[in-house]
């Protein structure tokens, strides 16, 4: 039995030898077929787009012959066929690829880059994104402001540009100077009354409906409307309040605009837009404070026939009173040239009358950071030693000039 296996894979030799053979020749059989043009075109586009996609050069005419020189002949195409082939994939591959694909071999520089700026300009961003979020929301504010849901935050807004407004009594001739304007008081009595009569300013609104109030240039007639104003102002917001609105009658020298279109432009101005809708609800509830101002400004020269624009002011306030009878009303005008012109309408006529010495003293007291040198009290005895001055100090704007150039 041993003598006969050996024998066995000898005789195997001769066929194993034969298929090994046969394999090989296949293979070089196979691998020596010649390409055919549009198997190795397509070859050539494929290189182009690997290249285009990874962002390398275009290959040279050198180099694709090196790729696809042997093949290209052996398929029956010129260099320039591969050349062409090339190219035409390699730019077309380019142009469909997206824009930002560029940038993806930096986009770790591009990113850090963009990290350093913001880092050094995050404050400037900051500021700038917070100034454009709140252009946004004051562009909507101004839009939203006169709608019943908002008027709360727009009465806030309001009180808010009355106190910064008519908090301070600007001295005249010294601007930088300032009166606290919750520690000046103006005596007013009713007209014909005696003086000892005297009427809190605060306590107008609660005994009287409908006044007007007279004085002398300077006696403290617009002050007593800021006041008014201001108290209002220092309160919270309060359902059913009496909001004031101060008008300037001088206003209604320029312009044909109404006494309504001038309550609207009135709240527009302290930081209550779009109010057409509040003036006219508060107007028919009777809360709204009117208070117009300087009624002796208004021009009372004649043009032609027709009445003048004093005559015209009058009516239109009148009309608007009877219109609105609920609505309060103070209206302000210089003793010697008030005409009674709302005798119709006014409860009353109440006249700003002059300081007494205590009035003069307590207004004096108030003065801010009188000079070491020249206290308060110096002033109070130079003005009781003279007697001219001190009827001129018993005006109200006179003394704060006097006590000025003092």
């Avoid at 994939?89 to 560029?102: D, E, F, I, V």
């Avoid at 101004?142 to 935050?153: E, H, V």
């Avoid at 100077?177 to 009595?189: F, T």
């Avoid at 117009?292 to 015209?312: I, K, M, S, W, Y």
Wanted: proline share 6%.
């Amino acid at each position: 039995m041993l003598l006969f296996l050996p024998s066995r894979p000898i005789r195997l030799l001769p066929s194993l030898l034969i298929c090994l053979l046969c394999i090989s020749f296949t293979s070089i059989t196979l691998s020596q077929v010649p390409p055919t043009p549009a198997t190795l075109i397509r070859s050539i586009q494929e290189r182009a787009q690997r290249d285009s996609d990874a962002d390398s050069p275009k290959a040279s005419p050198h180099d694709l012959s090196i790729l696809f020189g042997k093949e290209a002949e052996a398929a029956g195409l010129t260099m320039q066929d591969v050349v062409t082939a090339y190219d035409q994939a390699y730019l077309a591959t380019k142009q469909n690829k997206p824009w930002w694909r560029s940038f993806l071999p930096n986009a770790g520089w591009i990113v850090a880059i963009v990290f350093f700026f913001l880092l050094i300009l995050q404050e400037t961003f900051r500021k700038a994104v917070g100034e454009l979020a709140e252009k946004l929301l004051r562009r909507i504010y101004r839009r939203t402001a006169g709608y019943k849901i908002f008027q709360k935050k727009a009465l806030r807004n309001y009180k808010k540009a009355l106190v910064k407004k008519y908090q301070h009594f600007k001295i005249p001739f010294r601007a930088e100077r300032d009166l606290d304007m919750g520690k000046i008081y103006i005596p007013i009595k009713i007209k014909g009354s005696d003086n000892s009569e005297l009427i809190n300013d605060s306590d107008i609104i609660d005994r009287f409906k409908r006044v007007v109030v007279t004085g002398a240039p300077g006696s403290g007639k617009s002050m007593l409307l800021k006041r008014l104003a201001l108290s209002y102002a220092l309160k919270p917001v309060q359902p059913q309040e009496k909001t004031p609105v101060l008008i300037d009658l001088r206003r209604f020298n320029e312009g044909e605009q109404s006494l309504v279109d001038h309550l609207i432009a009135t709240l527009a101005v302290n930081d209550f837009p779009n109010a057409a809708n509040y003036i006219d609800a508060s107007l028919n509830d009777g809360t709204l404070l009117l208070l117009f101002d300087g009624l002796d400004e208004v021009a009372n020269l004649r043009q032609g026939t027709g009445p003048t624009r004093r005559e015209c002011v009058v009516r239109e306030i009148i009309d608007l009173l009877d219109e609105h009878e609920d609505c309060p009303a103070i209206i302000t005008c210089r003793t010697a040239v008030y005409r009674r012109d709302f005798d119709d309408i006014a409860e009353r006529t109440l006249e700003i009358v002059e300081f007494s010495d205590q009035q003069i003293q307590n207004f004096l007291m108030s003065w801010p950071e009188p000079p070491a040198n020249k206290p308060i009290e110096q002033l109070i005895t130079s003005l009781s030693e003279r007697p001219a001055i001190l009827a001129l100090a018993r005006n109200p704007l006179l003394l704060t000039i006097v006590a000025f150039l003092y």
